[in-house]
């Protein structure tokens, strides 16, 4: 992704705002996303960021081609990521 990419991409969905896509990847530590709108872009949700069951500490993982919402969290400069928590 190129910087005007990465710009463009902080621009559409500066903090706060919601995203929509789809579970690329499931790791031990969360989710890789495919943003819809953004080419090239993807977004993460880690532990901390996923749902969690009634108990408030279960972890409910989403599924490879899952389609997840989440809020911008965080701009990671450094990979060109959008950090989510999900909804």
Same mark, same amino acid.
């Given at each position: =992704?190129?910087?005007? %990419? &990465?710009?463009?991409?902080? +621009?559409?969905?500066?903090? $706060?705002?919601? /995203?929509? @896509?789809?579970?690329?990847? /499931?790791?031990?530590?969360?989710?890789?996303?495919?943003?819809? @709108? /953004? *080419?090239?872009?993807?977004?993460?949700?880690? #532990?901390? $960021? =996923? !749902? !969690? $069951?009634?108990?408030?500490?279960?972890?409910? &993982?989403? %599924? #490879?081609?899952?389609? #997840?919402?989440?809020? #911008? /969290?965080?701009?990671? %400069? +450094?990979?060109? *990521?959008?950090?989510?928590?999900? +909804?």
């Amino acid at each position: =992704m190129t910087g005007d %990419e &990465w710009d463009a991409a902080k +621009r559409k969905f500066p903090y $706060g705002s919601t /995203v929509t @896509g789809t579970v690329r990847e /499931v790791a031990p530590f969360g989710v890789f996303i495919s943003v819809e @709108g /953004v *080419q090239l872009s993807e977004a993460f949700a880690d #532990v901390a $960021g =996923m !749902h !969690h $069951g009634a108990d408030g500490y279960t972890v409910i &993982w989403p %599924e #490879v081609g899952d389609a #997840v919402t989440g809020v #911008v /969290v965080e701009h990671t %400069e +450094r990979n060109h *990521q959008l950090k989510l928590h999900l +909804r």
